[in-house]
């Protein structure tokens, strides 16, 4: 069963910085991009960026670029979102889902749970 | 950057009703387009991929059609499970955007 599980809500202050997590099994961690996906409150879906784990190639979205970065330890079969330092408007709840697992194609097929992102003084 | 529009916004259907959600994007993106499902505190869920491929496990009550700017999804008989955010979402060289969404309630 293809499974992936984000680290916990964060609660963060203006300018502090941040790394959250992406574990994924039960498929070939290495074989399939995974991306990110903002929702900031009572908003749509945001497309942040993907990596594919293989070999660490990374795109963002032009809204993204320069203010996150994402990576992936295929050792553990994680990927990462990071900020170095962190807006109130991040505030956010953060989704990563896998790219194409259950049949080829752009389409984000599996999710993890979420991870909210509080950042407030 | 490819954009993304859906109609309506919102919508209220009666439990039986066919409902239809239509996606329009900015430029011919073939048939890369995906449906997802969001209901409240829960992740998106894929329901249609490449415009009209049933996910694995999705009621066939759901489908989807089009292929280059415009898009359709429908819902051949509203249940009230159904209740829910529908936003479709194209991808292009690697780069990919979600549409506005379309909130679904009951009336």
């Known amino acids: 069963e293809v499974q992936l599980v984000q680290s916990g809500a964060e609660v963060k202050k203006p300018g502090e910085s941040l790394k959250i997590s992406c574990k994924g099994s039960g498929y070939s961690f290495t074989s399939y991009w995974i991306g990110w996906v903002r929702q900031m409150p009572g908003k749509g879906l945001e497309w942040m960026g993907i990596i594919y784990p293989g070999d660490s190639d990374t795109r963002y979205s032009p809204s993204f670029q320069g203010q996150v970065t994402i990576s992936a330890d295929k050792s553990i079969s994680t990927a990462y979102l990071q900020w170095s330092s962190l807006k109130a408007s991040d505030t956010a709840m953060y989704y990563c889902?896998?790219?194409?697992?259950?049949?080829?194609?752009?389409?984000?097929?599996?999710w993890g749970q979420g991870t909210l992102v509080t950042v407030s003084s | 950057d490819i954009q993304m529009t859906q109609s309506p916004s919102s919508l209220s259907a009666s439990v039986g009703d066919r409902v239809t959600i239509t996606c329009q994007a900015s430029?011919?993106?073939?048939?890369?387009l995906n449906w997802y499902q969001q209901k409240p505190g829960k992740a998106p869920k894929l329901l249609i991929y490449d415009a009209s491929n049933l996910e694995t496990g999705v009621p066939s009550r759901f489908s989807g059609s089009g292929s280059g700017t415009d898009f359709t999804f429908t819902i051949s008989s509203l249940q009230p499970e159904d209740i829910a955010t529908y936003y479709c979402?194209?991808?292009?060289?690697?780069?990919?955007?979600f549409g506005p969404g379309t909130k679904v309630d009951i009336k």
């Open positions: 430029q011919d993106i073939s048939n890369y």
């Open positions: 979402q194209q991808y292009d060289n690697l780069q990919f955007t």
């Open positions: 889902a896998t790219v194409g697992v259950g049949a080829p194609g752009g389409h984000f097929d599996y």
